[in-house]
């Protein structure tokens, strides 16, 4: 029997996570949005794509959370986007609103679903989804830093000519401003980044990999990035439904790990059939420790701002 997966929201993210995750024949697919024609269109064109892509599952569009129910995983992409001159956070209140909505109609799921938070401020929207439910905190999982580790990347390679396949890095903390690049795990054809480059390089193409998606909100004007955003989502779920257990940087419930409490925040997390396995422990540097314990608190800030709203 395939796997059953939902998608809220037919937006340019949703519908990308819908066709790359045909290609790769994961499993049956229900497209929902509030917008049902809107899905509804879109699932009939992904259906007539399946026989060039050589999948066999089946999607469908609408706009009835019953379908939903029956999924076992679930894929949140609804949500306000950013426009030029946003920030992630401008986005808290509108779209805490909409995720508590969404929350609220996935907790009546006769299934106990794996479910991957895409909208902005991506951690706070993993807790909200996580706190409203009620589901289990390994099976509530933000997609974060594996978007922005493959950023990084774009950029090393950018700057070094390096294959995709010789290179390795990891982002944690927050999916912002705060996010914390490990340096110390980032390594281009076997060497360590910070041996092949000066320190104040490698750092700047840190910083290009955390204002990534505000360099491609300023050119869109009318929306922001998804073919990357949906892919990421898509090896998340390929880890999962597959049972790879492949650690993969993601916004997770952090209950004591590195230190952090009471948010989600982005952590290294093995991701197999029941959702977050296990959080692997990195050796980290004491600047990184301390980069990523501020980058908690930002995330606290705003959950902070939103706890009388639940």
């Known amino acids: ?170 982002i944690l903390g927050s999916h912002g401003d705060t996010m914390v690049p490990l340096l110390s795990h980032t390594f281009v054809n076997g060497e360590a980044l910070d041996a092949i480059m000066p320190a104040a390089d490698a750092a700047a193409l840190a910083d290009k990999a955390a204002n990534g998606g505000a360099e491609i909100v300023a050119l869109l004007k009318t929306g922001s990035a998804y073919y990357a955003p949906a892919a990421s989502v898509v090896k998340m779920l390929e880890s999962i439904i597959q049972d790879k257990k492949t650690v993969i940087p993601c916004s997770v419930s952090a209950d004591g790990n590195y230190g952090i409490n009471g948010i989600y925040v982005g952590l290294p997390a093995v991701l197999g059939k029941n959702g977050v396995e296990k959080i692997a422990q990195l050796k980290i540097s004491a600047a990184e420790t301390e980069k990523l314990k501020k980058s908690a608190s930002a995330i606290k800030e705003q959950i902070d701002k939103i706890e009388s709203r639940f």
């Open 1 to 170: 029997m395939k796997p059953k997966i939902g998608i809220v929201g037919a937006g340019n993210v949703g519908a990308s996570v819908a066709h790359i995750s045909l290609m790769r024949n994961l499993g049956d697919i229900y497209l929902l949005d509030l917008y049902a024609d809107l899905a509804k269109g879109k699932a009939i064109d992904l259906n007539q794509s399946k026989f060039l892509l050589g999948s066999d599952c089946a999607v469908e569009g609408g706009g009835d959370y019953a379908k939903i129910a029956g999924c076992d995983y679930v894929v949140v992409t609804a949500g306000l986007a950013r426009k030029p001159g946003m920030s992630r956070d401008d986005l808290l209140f509108a779209n805490f609103d909409i995720i508590k909505g969404v929350a609220n109609e996935l907790k009546k799921s006769k299934k106990n679903p794996i479910v991957i938070v895409v909208s902005n401020p991506l951690d706070v929207m993993a807790y909200t989804m996580q706190k409203v439910t009620g589901f289990p905190k390994e099976r509530v999982i933000g997609m974060a830093g594996v978007l922005d580790t493959y950023r990084f990347l774009h950029f090393i390679q950018g700057a070094t000519g390096a294959a995709a396949d010789n290179m390795q890095s990891m």
